[in-house]
Structures are given as C-alpha cells and as structure tokens.
C-alpha cells in the first residue's frame, strides 16, 4: 500500500495549498492562532479537511475571530445563532466544546497560557498527550489531538523531508525539534 503524505497532494491545491505552505506544522505560541487551530480541528472531526479550509472565514467570523474571551462569553443565544450559520459547521456538540475549550483556555492564563501549557507538557508519547487533552479540554480525541499537536509544532511529522517547506519550519526551531523527537 502507498501511503500518501499531505506534501504530495496539497501543492498547487487552491485550499490546501496555502495552508501546507503557510501554516501545517509552523511553531505557533499566540493564544488566539492556538485557538483557531484546536477550533478547527474539532469541527474537522469526521469530516474533511478541505471543507474545513473553504469554511474558515464564515467560522472566524461567527467565532469572533477566535478571540477566547469573547467565545468563553458565548450564551444560548450565541448558541442558537451558530447553529442557524450555513456557513459553518453546525454541530451542537462540537460548538458548546469550542465554548467550553475558549473558558478553559482562559483559566490557563494564570499559568502562563496554552502555549506555556503546552509547552509544559511536552514532550510526551501521543496516548498520553491524548489523555491529558481529553481531561482538560471537550471533543478531544486522539487524532483531533495528534493534528493538532502536528499542525502547531509539537509533533514532527507534518512535512516530508523531500518538502521545501519541512526547511522553513525546522530554520523556526519547532517544539519538536528543540526536543530532540
């Protein structure tokens, strides 16, 4: 069985293209881009990726651009309004765990915030990255986690070697990478 790997099929995709080239995998520590990556994560969740990527600016903007304050204030009503979004995924479940997972990350402040929690617990195996999400955060399963922690950085993995941009995120020192993983 070939196994294809996202370097293959995203250059030159006009979703996943930019978003291989720009952002998978690059090192974040800004609260609100870790939070619009977890966001979109969890509503990937059975779906496909490239949905996702066609559905984020309608989804930047019914979560108030991922700002965590103002999605951890979220009520019924914004509730309600979201599900009523045709530009976004409308599931119940995912979107009272963005709501939750916003007031969690809030609470993280006082610690240093996500990126330091993050980086707190790294590195770790991927089961035990999985148990710590799902106790700390909703909608959290274990490949919800394992993109994450590949998208942000935390895991080696999401390029090639053959790929250009593997060059451009290693030259940015990842947290994998200062790991020694």
Known sequence: MIVMHYCDIAPGHPW??????????????????????????????????VLILKKRQAMREAFAGFAVDRVAAFDDADIERLLGNAGIIRNRRKIEAV???????????????????????????HPDWVKLFRKTF????????????????????????????????????????RAGL
């Open 138 to 177: 909703r909608f959290t399963g274990g490949e919800i986690c394992r993109e994450f922690l590949l998208s942000t950085g935390y895991l080696p993995g999401a390029h090639g070697d053959a790929c250009p941009v593997q060059q451009q995120i290693i030259a940015q020192r990842p947290p994998w990478l």
């Open 99 to 125: 709501i939750h997972n916003a007031g969690v990350i809030q609470g993280m402040r006082a610690d240093g915030g996500f990126a330091a929690w993050l980086d707190r617990h790294h590195p770790r195996p």
């Open 16 to 49: 996943h293209g930019p978003y291989h080239d720009n952002e998978y995998g690059f090192p974040l520590s800004d609260e609100t881009a870790l939070f619009e990556r977890l966001v979109l994560e969890i509503m990937q969740a059975g779906l496909s990726w």
